[in-house]
């Protein structure tokens, strides 16, 4: 089982803003697209499962499981999302229907993705997931509207949400960014815990080196939309060869001293 992404484009508007990405995630494997603003990292995650925005067109190759993802019919691209492939957003507030309780939420992204399953069963398994990803009195908070949890409860339904099916593969687009660092902490191992627990592959993209360096092995480093360096995460941290990786050792340096930083 493995994800490789090859010679990946992204173009909006005739610009290419994602040029000739390559990359493989090995089962088990934790892999991080790392890069400053605007170096094409989320546009590439979003090509992965067909969720660029309007007017951005992807071409290349993303094969996963040996099946052609970019080909893919947008209903059999949908079926994947959720059930083989999970993936977190870095504001759940967005993810999140307003309208609905966050127990409503995980339970029906259950039942989209396994047919067969009681609203009962559903909601029993939602009540679970909550408890799996350490919310508070998960019997009631399930009750609970998105609005009335805070910032880290309410990325913690959205990672419930993300692995109620049991994908093979989370891809995790910046889910601590909004936290602040105690928060952002707890997220990081109860991901790294979940991680193991299920034996997922992860792809998980950030700015941040020190972020980085809590839940990944491997890194693919991005300035411009292009590959500038990529491979061990434990080499990256000690002769990175590129500008740009070592200007993200810099900055992951200067956090990790810094009164408050992570870890």
């Known amino acids: 089982m493995s994800l490789t992404v090859t010679d990946l484009v992204v173009e909006i508007g ?28 989320s546009l590439t995650a979003l090509a992965l499962l067909g969720l660029l925005p309007d007017g951005a067109a992807a071409s290349g190759s ?28 870095q504001e759940p507030q967005t993810a999140l229907n307003p309208i609905r309780t966050v127990g409503r939420q995980i339970a029906e992204s259950i039942r989209i993705h396994q047919r067969g399953v009681s609203r009962r069963e559903a909601w029993a ?42 994908p093979r593969l989370l891809i995790a687009d910046e889910p601590t960014t909004a936290l602040d660092v105690t928060i952002q902490a707890e997220i990081l191992e109860l991901l790294q815990h979940l991680v193991d627990e299920d034996g997922m592959s992860l792809v998980f993209i ?42 993200l050792l810099r900055d992951a340096t200067a956090t990790l001293w810094k009164p408050g930083g992570i870890g």
């Open 125 to 166: 398994r939602a009540v679970e997931e909550a408890r799996r990803v350490r919310l508070p009195d998960p019997e009631q908070i399930v009750n609970r509207y998105p609005h009335q949890l805070s910032g880290g409860q309410r990325q913690r339904v959205a990672i419930a949400m993300a692995l109620a099916c049991r």
């Open 14 to 41: 005739g610009i290419r803003v994602v040029d000739g990405v390559s990359f493989e995630v090995e089962a088990g494997a934790r892999t991080g697209l790392i890069g400053e603003s605007g170096s094409g990292k």
């Open 62 to 89: 993303v094969r996963w499981e040996g099946r052609e993802l970019l080909t893919l019919r947008d209903r059999d691209l949908a079926g994947i999302r959720g059930d083989e492939i999970g993936i977190v957003f």
């Open 206 to 247: 950030t700015h941040d080196l020190a972020v980085l360096s809590q839940v990944a092995t491997d890194a693919v480093v991005l300035e411009s939309g292009r590959i500038v360096e990529q491979g061990p995460l434990s080499r990256l941290l000690t002769t990175p060869q590129s500008p740009v990786t070592q200007g």
